[in-house]
């Protein structure tokens, strides 16, 4: 691998690192897992002047649950503890769906959930998982902390909300209201693909109606999509054949995909729907299963 | 007493491969470990166009980058004569583009820096003004009336016809059409793939002026083809031209043509007079070296209503880029696609093949196959599914019905190919109990009912191996033989060397096998070498599974001529005449008192410190073997798959394989072999190709749109074998490196055809992408040679 020239930084604290990135005054980027960032410097798609490694600085690979369900990722937490970890197997179906999912074990032995959200790729898992769940990205800069919906952190292909000398610190997914349940599929070539089409779906119950539901769909637009209506329409209902088979038509009519290599647009709102439809069944035998 | 064979490491014996130690351990010394002193880096510029006209290059701010020390562009080259070089199928190929650029990934200007990062900030510092041209991607294009002239450059070249060849018999074939009862037929594309070796191309040439020698270490295949090569495109005497082929990282038909790379490296060294090393990245290789495939096929089939073929007809239209570079040895301009349907008794058959330039990377070679099997053999196995099902008979009993017969051998193929042994009928039947395959079908029924999607696969062929026997195969005028030089040392202890070059076949093994079981030398004791032109014998390499069936033999045939000596040797000890010596495994002994021996060991030592008055000193001989036929293995594979008709994603529930390969040397490498063939044959079936949007820009140019498949998703292979040996070749042994490749494709997409049998599809081109199946299922309609990329909606 042959990149263009850069300067190499590794502080060991936040404000080190948001220091570097403010000089750097656009031109730095920071380094999480790698996993996306390098392999556009290898194609020189991104030549930055300046990589800011944050990968020595402490206290950043996180993975904790408030006494509330209150969900928190840091920065440095990996594809592979999400993947092994009994909180999200206890607490969270649809992050634990989606971890193993994720490109190849070698992959996600390095890359991040935050590096994956700040990367913005139309066909990044964990943007839809998050959107789905009301997710929200925590960034630090010169002048302190804020809070950004994931719903709103994707501005577009590729592009964050972050100001240039922000570091996205953590991901935090607030406490469900009623009890969590949902999943995510994902149609891929062989794995370590990326997805033609990723659904993930999360639902919140209580006492058989649905108090909260949440769709994002992976791979089908320019950029992730929030099927809201499609979420919507489940809210303050049981769920039902009917009522499944609605949502995934209107998730299916909210994805905008492009006919391509992986597959023509039709096909890729087929699977959309199935997706949903297999997804929120299951999620009723499991409820019937509970009960 | 008798040696025990498989303790020595002789035939049959499952030894370790040898070669492994270095590799597991990070030892092995491939072309990029290699650093020489003063070594400089080349890197190429290339064309982001498929087709267009050079305007003009300008090289100054490249030049004016410190560390720069060459800038080779077409021009320069043209000025020695050098922009143009010869393909090893006898057309030519531009090695710097000078007028325009033909394809994608075309190589338009090199840099020769201090170190690798500084000739590729300089390529990009190259400003080339193109003329976009139209571009050609595919055979229907290249065809029609008013198409771009794409080789200009050639004299009488007026359209983009490669070549119009034709074989069998035409008037033979149309009477067995109008005899028939039922006539199926069916139209395919094969789709290009690339061979994708983990280790790219690569050189380091090193011109020494003080002795006018130039040393290649180069990613070859075929080192003494690339010397007779490099002789007649540089000008240069043979005898100052040393190839050293160091470890492989893979090969697959990739490492067998001559690069541009290559060319501008040692022309580079000769210029500069110092070392210089080029090592292709990974979208290089992907983009401009010899693909596979890319073959667009159609074909019928003449059948008696009891099931008996009576006829075929094939039609190709193959795909072949910008240069033909095929590197295909045989007088066949379609390489051997005429080996198609040569385990069925047929009287008749017709080929015509057409080949075709187009805005495409050159090549076309073997990947992992005999010059166009694959294509053949998936053909044939996709053709017989299809003509079962319009008989509305058994697959297996349809196959059986029209095999070659076991006592029916040596048989003349309706190609006129000629095959020499097999037991095809025995190998399905293998093939059909082990997958259990009534219950599969009563299972498939049940599935049915509750709309599920079951489907079986057979594939069954037999396909000619090892190039090639001197009648029929040449490269640039060699014919094809190859070579084994043993040298028994005073110890007992032997090197042997090979014209032959292992890319992970494990020659280092298997050949000191063949030795342990001619002569008793235990395995461990033998050192094997191969890929230095200086020290090899001359042979023509390893592709098209020749090594076993060519090289092989000759190893044989070399331990025999030694064996031979050591006899005189051992008459000599004995104090006997050489007629009262016997021999067994490792030893002579005296007829008449079987207890007075001498081991081969003894014999060595004898060669060189006790020899008989009138006999030569030493224990040393080379053998050069020239086929008298191809070989001939067999194989049968059977999947079972279950497709999702709402997404069309088909999931494999059983692969068993039935290879008859001959007598086996290493069991375990034959099983690798065999379990690699497979895997590269489900992801042929399922998810690999390089397709080419409308503008010729290559999609695949990386492992995520070009798809290797991993240990996650492969299925597992349950194997089986059946030993017919090989009647002509010294120890037996017909070849095993591309049987499952070649056949192994056709047994996954007929098990998917087979689940949507009933729907009216008949075809689905490769790779079976959910998409496709979703889509044929779907509509009721075949997915034939369609343009690979999708526009509409
Ligand atoms: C072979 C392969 C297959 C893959 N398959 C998939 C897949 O199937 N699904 C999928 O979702 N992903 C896939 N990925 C991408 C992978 O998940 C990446 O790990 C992820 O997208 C980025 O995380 P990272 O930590 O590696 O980020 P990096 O590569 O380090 O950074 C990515 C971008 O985000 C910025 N960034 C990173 N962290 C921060 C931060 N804390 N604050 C501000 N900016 C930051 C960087 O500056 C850079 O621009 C694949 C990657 C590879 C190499």
Not at chain 1, 252 to 261: G, I, L
Not at chain 2, 214 to 233: E, G, K, N, W
Not at chain 2, 255 to 264: H, Q
Not at chain 2, 531 to 553: E, L
């Amino acid at each position: 691998m042959y990149p263009t020239r850069f300067n190499y930084e590794s502080p060991k604290s936040i404000a080190e690192a948001i220091a570097l990135l403010h000089q750097g005054g656009g031109e730095a980027k920071i380094l999480a897992g790698g996993q996306s960032l390098v392999p556009m410097m290898r194609l020189r798609f991104a030549a930055p002047e300046m990589i800011v490694d944050i990968n020595n600085i402490p206290g950043l690979d996180y993975l904790t649950v408030d006494a509330d369900g209150t969900i928190h990722i840091g920065a440095l937490c990996r594809h592979s503890d999400l993947e092994k970890s009994s909180l999200l197997m206890a607490h969270q179906p649809t992050m634990a769906a989606a971890a193993p999912v994720i490109a190849d074990p070698i992959v996600r032995n390095r890359g991040t959930l935050v590096g994956s959200l700040c990367h913005a790729d139309p066909q990044g898992d964990w943007s839809s998982v998050m959107m789905a769940l009301g997710g929200i990205v925590v960034a630090q800069g010169p002048n302190g902390r804020r809070s950004i919906p994931a719903a709103d952190f994707v501005k577009g292909p590729f592009q964050n909300m972050l100001a240039f000398d922000e570091i996205a610190i953590e991901a935090i997914v607030p406490a469900p209201k009623g009890i969590p349940n949902g999943g995510y599929l994902k149609l891929e070539r062989r794995v370590g693909d990326f997805a033609t089409a990723g659904v993930a779906v999360a639902v919140e119950s209580s006492q058989g109606l649905i108090i909260r539901a949440g769709i994002g769909l992976t791979g089908v637009g320019g950029s992730t999509i929030n099927a809201t209506a499609a979420a919507q329409s489940l809210v303050g209902a049981p769920l039902t054949a009917g009522s499944i088979a609605h949502a995934a038509d209107l998730a299916a009519q909210a994805a905008q995909p492009r006919s391509d290599h992986r597959g023509s647009a039709s096909y890729k709102r087929q699977i959309v729907k199935t997706f949903v439809v297999r997804i929120l069944s299951g999620v009723v035998e499991s409820i019937e299963r509970a009960a | 007493m008798s040696l025990d064979e498989i303790k020595i490491g002789g035939m049959g014996a499952s030894r370790r491969r040898v070669e492994d130690n270095r590799f597991i351990r990070g030892k092995g010394n491939y072309v990029d470990d290699i650093v020489l002193p003063g070594m400089l880096h080349m890197e190429i510029l290339r064309s982001p166009l498929a087709h267009a006209r050079i305007k003009s290059i300008d090289t100054s701010k490249a030049w004016a980058i410190p560390g720069v020390r060459l800038v080779m562009t077409g021009e320069m080259m043209a000025s020695r004569n050098l922009a143009w070089m010869p393909t090893l199928s006898y057309d030519t190929q531009a090695v710097l583009a000078t007028d325009k650029v033909r394809f994608q990934g075309q190589e338009v200007a090199c840099v020769i820096a201090d170190d690798a990062y500084i000739a590729k900030d300089a390529c990009e510092a190259i400003v080339v003004d193109y003329e976009p041209l139209p571009v050609v991607v595919n055979p229907i294009q290249a065809m029609a009336p008013g198409a771009p002239l794409i080789r200009d450059d050639k004299e009488n070249q007026h359209d983009n016809v490669v070549f119009d060849w034709e074989v069998g018999d035409k008037d033979g074939t149309e009477k067995a059409f109008a005899q028939a009862d039922v006539v199926s037929k069916l139209e395919l594309h094969y789709p290009r793939s690339h061979p994708s070796p983990l280790e790219t191309c690569g050189s380091i040439a090193d011109f020494d002026r003080a002795t006018s020698k130039l040393t290649v270490y180069m990613t070859t295949q075929a080192p003494h083809i690339i010397r007779a090569a490099v002789a007649m495109v540089a000008e240069l005497p043979e005898h100052m031209i040393r190839i050293v082929s160091p470890d492989l990282g893979g090969g697959f038909g990739n490492k067998v043509p001559v690069y541009p790379g290559y060319v501008a490296s040692i022309l580079a060294s000769i210029l500069l007079e110092r070392p210089v090393k080029w090592i292709e990245d990974k979208t290089g290789n992907l983009i401009s070296t010899g693909f596979g495939r890319d073959v667009y096929l159609r074909g019928e089939m003449a059948l008696r209503k009891d099931g008996k073929i009576l006829g075929v007809r094939m039609h190709t239209d193959s795909d072949h880029g910008a240069f033909f570079s095929d590197a295909q040895p045989s007088k066949f301009k379609i390489g051997l696609m005429h080996s198609a349907f040569a385990c069925y008794d047929i009287p008749a058959a017709h080929l015509t093949a057409r080949g075709l330039y187009t805005n495409k990377a050159p090549g076309g070679v073997a990947y992992r196959c005999s010059f166009r099997v694959t294509e053949a053999m998936f053909f044939q196995e996709r053709m017989v599914q299809a003509a079962a099902d319009d008989l509305g008979m058994d697959q297996a009993e349809f196959r059986r019905l029209n095999f070659v017969r076991d006592e029916d051998f040596p048989h003349r193929t309706a190609f006129g190919f000629l095959t020499d042994s097999g037991q095809y009928a025995k190998c399905l039947d293998v093939g059909l109990e082990a997958i259990g395959y009534k219950d599969f079908l009563k299972q498939k029924e049940e599935a049915k009912k509750r709309g599920r999607l079951l489907g079986i696969g057979i594939s069954t062929m037999t396909e000619p191996l090892g190039a090639g026997n001197s009648r029929e195969y040449d490269i640039l005028g060699i014919k094809m033989f190859d070579s084994a030089e043993l040298r028994v040392h005073m110890s007992g202890k032997a090197i042997l060397r090979t014209g032959a070059k292992s890319q992970g076949q494990g020659h280092e093994t298997t050949w000191a096998q063949i030795v342990a079981h001619e002569l008793g030398i235990p395995a461990d004791d033998i050192t094997v070498e191969e890929g230095d032109t200086d020290t090899a014998p001359f042979g023509m390499g390893t592709y098209a599974s020749r090594s076993t069936p060519v090289a092989g033999a000759a190893v044989a045939m070399v331990s025999r001529k030694i064996r031979a000596k050591a006899r005189k040797l051992a008459a000599h000890l004995l104090e006997v005449s050489e007629e009262d010596v016997e021999w067994e495994l490792g030893r002579f002994y005296v007829r008449s008192s079987p207890d007075r021996g001498v081991t081969i060991q003894d014999c060595a030592n004898a060669a060189y410190s006790n020899m008989p008055d009138g006999l030569e000193p030493g224990l040393e001989n080379t053998a050069y073997y020239d086929p008298p036929n191809l070989t001939w293995p067999f194989a049968c594979y059977i999947a079972t798959v279950e497709v999702d008709p709402e997404t069309g994603v088909w999931d494999v529930l059983n692969v068993v394989a039935v290879d008859d390969c001959g007598v086996r040397i290493n069991p375990m490498i034959v099983e690798g072999q065999i379990m690699g063939g497979l895997t590269e044959a489900y992801a042929m079936a399922s998810m690999q190709f390089i397709t080419f949007d409308a503008e010729g820009n290559c999609v695949g140019s990386n492992y995520m749109d070009y798809l290797l498949p991993t240990a996650w998703e492969t299925p597992g292979f349950e194997l089986h074998e059946v030993v017919t040996p090989c009647p002509h070749h010294p120890i037996g042994a017909k070849g095993i490196g591309e049987c499952a490749t070649v056949g192994g494709p056709a047994a996954f997409v007929n098990a998917v055809m087979d689940a949507l049998k009933g729907t009216g599809v008949r075809n689905i081109d490769m790779p079976l992408l959910p998409d496709r199946v979703y889509e044929a299922f779907t509509t009721r309609r075949d997915i034939s040679g369609m343009p690979p990329v999708k526009t509409e909606d």
